[in-house]
């Protein structure tokens, strides 16, 4: 198991402060964010490349905050994978095996995952004749080889094709199971980070905004910023109206109404922030009985996108007076493809009241 | 138009650098035209000539390995770690580059004259007027160039190879060991046959400290200068084209060591 308490390091005029977060055994913790925003740089230090400032590392409960890299018993893959380039697979796969160290695999071991690997086939390959997935397995059977239980893996799939990638995806999550693995990794690919992860850091300018399990993460994120690296969402600014029982009435001048949102922490005059998911907004079929659904409002398509699995509707926003004020950005999942929209159709569409998640606006006053 | 002005530039430059070949092989065939076959061999294989070949093969050789020994840490420091003073040790490899062999030569000789100086001479080993000098003079030339060449071949080795390797269990000697030396190795290898030719050519620090005295400091540059001021122009030539022949198969041989340079 390995875990971080309040760790701070420093790259020039960078800073990460108060990282604290555990991998336990047989546990895949994602580090979730943007570029820039310090995910290597922890990383490089929990494998022992920089100087901390402050705080400590534990792998296994043993202190490693002080030790050397190749006393931490931690194996790093980062993003260019490092493969070294004048020895062949299998000698890449074995350079650990060198060293004699307490934590080795056996040959026996790293055969077994060569062969789980597939890799058999190349052993005796250049480095440099490989395809990008072969090159990401033989890192991974790499660090896996160094007998270490704990691998920090720095976006390793970030170059290959989409397809490869879900093949991987699968490869590394049997992998983590099977020989019970901690791996923390670093992505900003959101289905990867859902793919693999059990528990979610959200990272933003070097401070963990959130962590949580993965469904705690991607479906009630704990501020706007969190929204923002979790998924595509549209944002409206509102200002509390009313307070009726466990609800709260919000008027949300660019959408031209008032909805009504479960919530018990905000009071009246209250400036809010509403964050919805583009895909949990609805589109409701013509004719369909509005009666008994509620934060309805009618728009008007703009544009339409089409992608291979979803259609991305621009949606602009009319009042009662047909004012347009505001896009709306909508994305329906039709498998079937059996909803038709045009452009300049009007249409209602709902927010239902569990996708809506408000925050107060401390900027305003 | 455009193509027009391009094939000018084409035309022009391509001509500067033919007008290259020529100027040096203008001078190259000039200096065979002195060359007559009997006297030539006669002067090649004469004792005289093959000590200098000797003394100057041999003190080369020295003087690469001793600057190997010192260029080598050097220049992985200077490629890997910020330190106070790594900026000024940049600097000061440039030295033998922008200071004239000759002043190099008399600034070494001026400091066996100091009281530091004459303690080395009289207490460990004589430099000046000996073999031991020349070696000093090769040495001192070619150090910051050594150290120079096998910097830029550590520059092009991205130090995440040895990050990776100490994770998985190698220490910093081990990494270094198993990853940037091997991957290194040709940068280095190119870098001691250069540093080497350039030892073996070295003039001006070598007669400051070492002097001119046939048969005991005569190396090939001194020989050739010796040679010219009897006004022995047979003797000179030969030597000339022997220093010429080394010169051009160490390119030739650095060109296929490079030539074969893996991308690390």
């Known amino acids: 198991m390995l875990r971080i308490n309040n760790l701070c390091m420093s790259a020039g005029n960078f800073s990460v402060n108060n990282i604290s977060l555990s991998v336990p055994d047989g546990c895949c913790h994602v580090l979730l964010g943007g570029t820039g925003n310090g995910k290597t740089l ?31 018993f931690i194996s790093y893959v980062p993003q260019d994978l490092a493969l070294f380039p004048h020895l062949n697979v299998e000698k890449n796969i074995f350079y650990s095996q060198r060293f004699k160290k307490n934590q080795s695999r056996t040959s026996k071991e790293i055969g077994e995952i060569i062969e789980f690997m597939q890799l058999e086939s190349i052993l005796h390959r250049s480095i440099h004749n490989l395809s990008g997935g072969e090159q990401q397995r033989v890192a991974l059977v790499r660090a896996f080889a160094s007998g270490n239980k704990v691998l920090l893996l720095d976006e390793p799939f970030s170059a290959l094709h ?46 963990i905004l959130q962590t949580g399990t993965k469904e705690d993460v991607f479906y009630h994120p704990n501020s706007i910023e969190v929204t923002k690296i979790t ?57 369909s009985d509005l009666s008994n659904l509620s934060n309805t409002i009618v728009c008007e398509i703009k544009s339409i996108y089409e992608t291979s699995h979803y259609q991305q509707l621009v949606l602009t926003i009319s009042q009662q007076m047909d004012k347009f004020q505001d896009y709306l950005v909508v994305d329906v999942y039709d498998k079937r493809n059996t909803r038709k929209f045009e452009v300049s159709q009007k249409v209602t569409v709902s927010f239902p009241e569990d996708a809506i998640f408000i925050y107060k606006d401390d900027n305003c006053r | 138009m455009k193509n027009g002005s391009k094939l000018g530039l084409r035309k022009v430059s391509i001509s500067f650098a033919v007008f290259t070949l020529i100027f040096y092989l203008v001078l190259i065939f000039s200096l065979l035209s002195f060359i007559s076959g009997d006297r030539f061999f006669d002067i090649l294989f004469s004792e005289r000539t093959m000590f200098s070949i000797k003394l100057s093969i041999t003190a080369a050789f020295v003087a690469v390995m001793l600057s190997f020994i010192i260029a080598l840490p050097a220049a992985y420091a200077l490629s890997r770690y910020e330190f106070a003073g790594k900026k000024f040790i940049d600097l000061i490899l440039e030295l033998p580059m922008i200071v004239s062999p000759a002043a190099l030569g008399a600034i070494i000789l001026f400091f066996f004259y100091n009281n530091m100086g004459t303690w080395i001479q009289e207490n460990i080993q004589q430099f000046v ?11 001192t030339t070619i150090l910051g160039i050594t150290i120079r060449m096998i910097k830029n071949g550590f520059d092009e080795i991205s130090p995440r190879y040895e990050n990776t390797a100490r994770t998985m269990g190698a220490n910093s000697f081990q990494a270094f060991r198993s990853i940037s030396l091997p991957l ?26 070492a002097g001119t005295m046939a048969m005991r400091t005569e190396t090939l540059p001194v020989a050739i200068y010796m040679r010219l001021s009897v006004a022995d122009i047979d003797g000179a030539v030969v030597l000339i084209t022997i220093l010429l022949g080394i010169g051009l198969l160490v390119l030739f041989f650095v060109r296929q060591v490079i030539g074969g340079k893996s991308s690390a």
Request: with cysteine; net charge negative.
């Open chain 1, 162 to 207: 989409f397809t490869m990638k879900r093949t991987l995806w699968g490869l590394l999550s049997d992998m983590q199971k099977k020989y019970d693995l901690s791996i923390l990794l670093v992505t900003h690919d959101l289905e990867e980070a859902f793919f693999l992860a059990d528990d979610i850091s959200v990272l933003h300018q070097g401070i």
């Open chain 2, 129 to 139: 007027f000996t073999f031991y000098g020349i070696i000093l003079a090769q040495f």
């Open chain 1, 42 to 72: 922890i990383l490089e230090t929990i494998a022992g490349l920089r100087p901390i400032t402050n705080g400590e590392i534990l792998n296994d409960e043993h202190n490693i905050t002080s030790e050397a890299p190749e006393n931490r």
């Open chain 1, 231 to 287: 998924g595509h969402y549209n944002y409206f600014s509102g200002k509390v109206l009313d307070v009726i029982d466990n609800h709260r009435l919000i008027n949300f001048v660019k959408l031209g109404n008032n909805l009504r949102i479960k919530n018990n922490r905000l009071a009246p005059c209250d400036q809010v922030i509403m964050a919805i998911r583009t895909s949990s907004i609805e589109i409701i079929p013509s004719g």
């Open chain 2, 184 to 209: 290194c190795s040709k940068s280095i290898f190119a870098a001691l046959i250069l540093s080497w030719a350039k030892a073996v050519g070295e003039f001006g620090a070598t007669i400051t400290i």
